[in-house]
DNA sequence: ATCCCCGTGCCTGTTTTTTGGGCACGGGGA
DNA sequence: TCCCCGTGCCCAAAAAACAGGCACGGGGAT
C-alpha cells in the first residue's frame, strides 16, 4: 500500500537532478544514495527514462493537485511558477537532456489542464461556442507553456514573473474583450 | 540495507507527537498516518514504548553526532536546546507523560556524553586528579539536565536560552577559578 | 585496432518485509 | 452487563529487496 523504497527512489533522483545534469546521474548512483540494491530499482521502473517520465508527470500532477481551484490568470500562473522555481535546477537539468521532450509534453499537458479548468468555469453560461472556447483554451495554454521555455531557453537569468505578468496582461486584456 | 518502513513509522510517530499527546495516540494512527500494515509495526517495535525509546535515542544520538566537537559550555548548551527547540512540542508530550523516565534518562545521558567529551579535552594534560574531573563532569552534567527539566517545568513558557546563559556563566567561573 | 572498464538490463533463486485475516484479552463507555 | 475498540500475537500468502551472475555495448586507454 506505502511504497517507501519507490518514493525514497524519486526523492533521491530529485535530489541528485538538483545537483548535476541527467546525462551525469547513473542508476547505480540514485540506488547508493538511497542504499538499496540495484535490482530494486528495477524492480521498480523499467529503465531512468521511465524513472524521468513518471517523476515529471507525478511533479506535474502534484502540482495540479495543489491548486484545485485556480480562478484567475494569475493564480495560473502562480501555480506553475511555483512548480518550476521550487526545482529549478532539476528543471534546467530536464530541460537540457534527452528527455527534454518528456519535460515539454508534460509541462503542456499541465498548463492545458490548469487553464482550461479555469476558462471552462469562467466562461461557464456565458455565450461562447464550444470551438471558440476551445480555441482561446489552447491559445492560452501554449502562451503560459512558451513563457517557461522561453525563460528557460534565456538560462533562467530573467525574472520568470515577468513573463507571466505579460503573459496575464494579454489574457486579462483578451477575455475582457470577449465578454464585452 | 535501507528499511524506509522503519523510518515513515518513526516520522509519522514524531508528527503525530508534535500534534498531541502521547496518550492521545495509538499503533492504528501511526500506521494509517503512513498507509501500513498494523502487523508491519509490530513487526517493527515490540510496542509502542519501544518505539518511544528508540526514538528519543535516535533523536539524542543524532544531536551527539551533529556536534562532534563541542569547544565551549555556549556550544554545549546551544546543542542541547537545538534538539529541544526543533521538537518543542513533542518533547513537551513525551515528558508530560508515562514515558518520562525514557525522555530524562536519555536527556541525562546525552548532556553527559556532550559535557563530558568536552571537559575532558579542556582539561587534558591540566593538574586535576581524575576524581575531581568526574565530578566536575557530574556537576556540570546535572546543571545542563536540570535546566531543561526546569525549563518544561514551567510550561516552556521562558526563554531556555536564558536557563543556559546562566548556568554557563557559573560554568565559566567556576572553570576559570580551577585553572587558577 | 584491441583490450578493458564500467554501466546497463535482465535472469535465477533466496531472504526479508509487508500484507490480510483472524484470535483472545482487557479497559472503558453506554 | 454488554459492546466497542485497541492491543499483541498468530498464520500463511504475496510483495519486495536481496545477492550473484551474465551478455551486451560504449568509451577510454594502450
Known sequence: MANFTRRAIKEAFLKLLNQRPLSQITVKDIVEDCGI??????YHFEDLPALVEEMVGEQMQNLIQKHPTVSSVEECADAVIEL??????????????LSR???ERHLMDGCGYI??????????GKPIT??????????????CFGSVIDW?????????ADYFRRVCALQKSGLERLER
Do not use: Q, W
Open 37 to 42: 540494491n540495484r535490482n530494486s530499482f528495477y
Open 84 to 97: 518550476v522555481m521550487e526545482n529549478r535546477r532539476a528543471v534546467y537539468h530536464i530541460y537540457n537532456s
Open 101 to 103: 521532450d518528456v519535460f
Open 115 to 124: 487553464v482550461s479548468t479555469y476558462l471552462k468555469a469562467e466562461f461557464a
Open 130 to 143: 464550444p470551438a471558440d472556447l476551445d480555441a482561446l483554451i489552447r491559445l492560452h495554454k501554449c502562451a
Open 152 to 160: 528557460l531557453n534565456g538560462g533562467m537569468k530573467d525574472d520568470i
